[in-house]
């Protein structure tokens, strides 16, 4: 089965304007329609239909070429809700093939990805103004294994930023959703990071929807159970989602960001209200290499 595309494929990120995102304005566009990770903590299953089911978008690659040619210089982020490496494209090469248009286009590229599969394009990536914002939730082999059970592991992820970066790719980690009493102590993580270059660190915790919080629940009941009265009870309710408390979440970043900082790396949060924590783009985006024709 092949995804039928019936509105233009490239379109603004964000285009609510959430008050949450600090994101600068680019583009996106996702090659495949949902998502085979199967994350618990998915956001996207609660407004997506059958997201855990994987289908290239029809058409794709003509729709680029024609929507492409127009680009003036944007950043485009490859992708913001399905990601662009699902375990498909290892024999489809969809996301392979819209990069090499793209590579001949006057834009710049970003990619958002907890695959390990990015690092086969860096042939691709290095010779175009582009980075990589790789999630790597926890360095814990077995709640990676509970949390994202379909998901590349951590180890290849970490391998896969080591070669990007050896390979001229700047590369980002985002430490992305950071839950209580499961993976929020991420120091050692960040320490082996800055061991093989990255510079650049994005935190944002987990928002519980009704969908994702009953996953975590059945899966992490014990744990889910201790975290209820602080989301339920204390917690911050922004449009569909629950928010950890506001000061809870603050001292959260602000140990984490110390961590960052220490390494010498610079220190992004996402989608939080607490801008004033960021050192550099939240996004990572900063990281961009300028082109140089």
């Not at 093939?97 to 691709?124: M, P």
């Not at 014990?222 to 603050?250: A, C, D, H, I, T």
Request: hydrophobic share 35%.
């Amino acid at each position: 089965m092949v995804a039928e595309v019936t509105m233009p494929l490239i379109s603004n990120f964000d285009p609510w304007r959430s008050g949450l995102c600090t994101c600068p304005c680019k583009l996106t566009f996702n090659p495949y329609t949902g998502c085979d990770h199967q994350c618990l903590y998915c956001y996207a299953t609660s407004y997506i239909p059958n997201f855990k089911e994987v289908h290239p978008k029809k058409g794709c690659l003509d729709m680029l070429r024609r929507e492409a040619i127009k680009l003036n210089g944007e950043t485009l982020s490859l992708c913001n809700s399905s990601d662009p490496y699902p375990k498909m494209e290892a024999s489809e090469g969809l996301t392979r093939r819209c990069l090499e248009i793209l590579a001949g286009c006057s834009c710049k590229i970003q990619i958002i990805t907890k695959s390990n599969l990015v690092a086969r394009d860096a042939d691709l990536l290095c010779r175009i103004p582009a980075t990589v914002a790789l999630t790597i939730t926890t360095d814990n082999e077995f709640i990676a294994q509970i949390l994202e059970p379909n998901a590349p592991t951590p180890s290849k992820r970490i391998q896969a930023a080591q070669d990007l970066q050896k390979a001229g790719v700047p590369v980002s980690i985002r430490i992305d959703p950071l839950i209580p009493h499961i993976n929020d102590q991420p120091q050692k993580l960040i320490k082996t990071l800055a061991n093989i270059g990255i510079k650049h660190i994005t935190c944002s915790t987990y928002k519980a929807k009704p969908d994702n919080w009953n996953r975590l629940c059945q899966a992490l009941p014990k744990v889910m159970e201790q975290l209820k009265p602080l989301y339920f009870g204390e917690g911050e309710k922004v449009g569909g989602s629950v928010l950890l408390p506001g000061e809870y979440r603050y001292k959260l970043f602000k140990d984490i960001r110390a961590t960052v900082l220490a390494q010498g790396m610079q220190f992004g949060v996402c989608r939080e209200a607490l801008h004033g924590l960021s050192t550099a783009t939240c996004d990572g985006s900063w990281l961009m290499p300028k082109r140089s024709d």
